[in-house]
């Protein structure tokens, strides 16, 4: 349920960031600049208008890359899932040594030392 809520509001602020970014122009005039204002006047607060663009696209920005990085911490994968139920299985399954068996004698490994009989 949490990943649908975190792809639907990451999808909405991306969605709102694009619309703000395209509204915005590059060389800095943006709304002002199709109003004919051009910085030189205020006019109806165009100017205010940019300013609030700006701060809109960092705000975005800002709330996006928390969402991302809750999301990533908030919803559980099914790697977690299966990771925890193999090692369950594996806890539950090992069968414990019994302090009265023999262990298995050392295989005897040549020591690379030593000589070799010459035939």
Wanted: aromatic letters at 8%.
């Amino acid at each position: 349920m949490s990943l649908y809520i975190f792809m639907l509001l990451i999808a909405v602020v991306a969605f709102l960031l694009i619309l703000i970014i395209m509204v915005q122009n590059p060389k800095g005039g943006g709304l002002d600049a199709s109003f004919g204002g051009a910085g030189g006047s205020t006019m109806g607060g165009v100017q205010q208008t940019t300013t609030f663009l700006d701060k809109a696209t960092w705000y975005l920005f800002g709330f996006m890359v928390v969402l991302i990085l809750l999301s990533n911490t908030v919803i559980i994968r099914p790697t977690d899932q299966v990771d925890t139920q193999v090692k369950q299985a594996i806890e539950n399954h090992i069968p414990a040594q019994d302090s009265n068996a023999t262990p298995a004698p050392n295989p005897i490994i040549p020591d690379k030392n030593e000589s070799k009989p010459v035939k």
